[in-house]
């Protein structure tokens, strides 16, 4: 469902329910912004601050997909009144119930560009909180690794299915410093590295969105695991 690019900012964000920072072992693909898809959007002259582009282009602007078929662009009210405009000066279809989730969507390009008005709100948030949070790839907003895994997990299907391990290949808890005070034991939320690579935990924190380090360069020597 997708297409896409390069990380102009790393922002935290708050994962509902979750207090784990997490990474996602990956880096944004710039180059990817150069296909059909980004130019019929751009050609839409939606403002770059009213939309975030979900679906399944967050993967392919990391790598993690090697091509995507549309782009779902959600839009604040702003964005979804521009739409509405370009969708009537066109003389395209009014807006339609979207097939998953509370929203309405308009669609542009045979189907090619679709653009919503909200997006899983009960499992990811608003979209202005998507918006603030998004990943910045050369001034386009993508909806962030971890809301894509939290929406993917809650429709669960075969494709999502598919994505949610790709996700998970690369998803890392950030490493906690220090041990339980008496114990000599790591804390449930802490991770074990083995050559190299580490073991998720269940998050219970912040979610930050970004290429990681190589965490083994860090990492004390005594929790390596062969």
């Excluded at 075969?158 to 410093?177: G, S």
């Excluded at 590295?193 to 990492?219: C, E, Y």
Aim: glycine share 6%; net charge neutral.
């Amino acid at each position: 469902m997708k297409r896409t690019g390069h990380p102009d900012s790393d922002r935290p964000i708050s994962d509902p329910g979750s207090r784990a920072s997490v990474v996602y072992e990956c880096s944004v693909r710039p180059d990817r912004l150069l296909t059909e898809h980004f130019d019929e959007l751009k050609s839409l002259e939606l403002a770059n601050k009213d939309f975030v582009v979900a679906g399944s282009a967050p993967l392919f602007i990391h790598g993690l997909r090697d091509h995507v078929t549309d782009l779902d662009i959600v839009t604040r009210e702003s964005g979804w009144d521009h739409a509405m405009s370009r969708a009537r000066a066109q003389s395209l279809p009014g807006p339609k119930h979207a097939p998953h989730g509370d929203a309405l969507s308009l669609y542009f390009f045979d189907t090619r560009i679709e653009v919503l008005n909200a997006w899983f709100p009960s499992v990811v948030g608003e979209v202005d909180e998507l918006i603030r949070t998004a990943k910045v790839v050369d001034d386009i907003r993508f909806l962030t690794l971890e809301n894509t895994l939290m929406w993917k997990r809650h429709l669960n299907r075969p494709k999502d299915r598919q994505d949610v391990r790709r996700l998970e290949e690369v998803r890392l808890p950030r490493l906690h410093a220090g041990r339980e005070q008496g114990t000599g034991r790591k804390d449930a939320d802490r991770m074990t590295l083995r050559g190299g690579s580490a073991v998720d935990r269940p998050p219970t924190g912040q979610v930050r969105d970004t290429t990681p380090h190589p965490w083994s360069r860090f990492a004390p020597s005594s929790w390596l695991r062969s």
